[in-house]
T-cell receptor, first 113, second 115 residues
Framework: EAGVAQSPRYKIIEKRQSVAFWCNPI?????LYWYQQILGQGPKLLIQ????????DSQLPKDRFSAERLKGVDSTLKIQPAKLEDSAVYLC???????????FGSGTRLTVV | AQSVSQHNHHVILSEAASLELGCNYS??????LFWYVQYPGQHLQLLLK??????LVKGIKGFEAEFIKSKFSFNLRKPSVQWSDTAEYFC?????????????FGKGTHLIIQP
């Protein structure tokens, strides 16, 4: 089966600019997650979608981050405006249901200068 | 909320040495437990997982882990490492049941195997 697709692979922006990342999960996977992985740390969950509804966004910095999953398939994560501390790899993962199996994408590496 | 602690941030071993990476979690309820590996330049891959049953879990590439409930631990082991095991290893948990099932990861252990 095809994996979780993410784009772009790399992005460099200046602080205060905006940026968007795209994720297409494995076909049929109802649950989609966005994680932030800062260098030297483990991934941190930002938001979880079940179909097109938000299940958990308790760790999403809502003043600058937003995410949507229209039609319950692909998803977009946006940062506006970006800060230096947002430099990280943004990972997307999907799961069929129940939290028992996750497939991760290769991630988008964001550098804010 | 859950938390995960990985005790060894950097480990250097010689080939054929035995490996044990520590992982402890904190959570008041029942959890599922995972170990992921991230090879340089690659995405996270599942090594093994524990949901229920036999607390000794075998995964891919000769890895195994043992869940000790009384110690809130899920240590990863391999009897004889290879140079190709050089990678970042992450322990992760999620709460069993309920809708919010995102993973909580530890900070990772950077493993270097010297030939």
């Amino acid at each position: 089966e095809a994996g979780v697709a993410q784009s772009p692979r790399y992005k460099i922006i200046e602080k205060r600019q905006s940026v968007a990342f795209w994720c297409n999960p494995i076909s049929g996977h109802a649950t989609l997650y966005w994680y932030q992985q800062i260098l030297g740390q483990g991934p941190k969950l930002l938001i979880q979608f079940q179909n097109n509804g938000v299940v958990d966004d308790s760790q999403l910095p809502k003043d600058r981050f937003s995410a949507e999953r229209l039609k319950g398939v692909d998803s977009t994560l946006k940062i506006q405006p970006a800060k230096l501390e947002d430099s990280a790899v943004y990972l997307c993962a999907s799961s069929p249901a129940g939290g028992y199996g996750y497939t991760f994408g290769s991630g988008t590496r964001l550098t804010v200068v | 909320a859950q938390s995960v602690s990985q005790h060894n941030h950097h480990v250097i071993l010689s080939e054929a040495a035995s490996l044990e990476l520590g992982c402890n979690y904190s959570y008041g309820g029942t959890v599922n437990l995972f170990w992921y590996v991230q090879y340089p330049g690659q995405h996270l891959q599942l090594l093994l997982k524990y949901f229920s049953g036999d607390p000794l879990v075998k995964g891919i590439k000769g890895f195994e882990a043992e869940f000790i409930k009384s110690k809130f631990s899920f240590n990863l082991r391999k009897p004889s490492v290879q140079w190709s095991d050089t990678a970042e290893y992450f322990c992760a948990v999620n709460a069993k049941g309920g809708g919010a099932d995102g993973l909580t990861f530890g900070k990772g252990t950077h493993l270097i195997i010297q030939p």
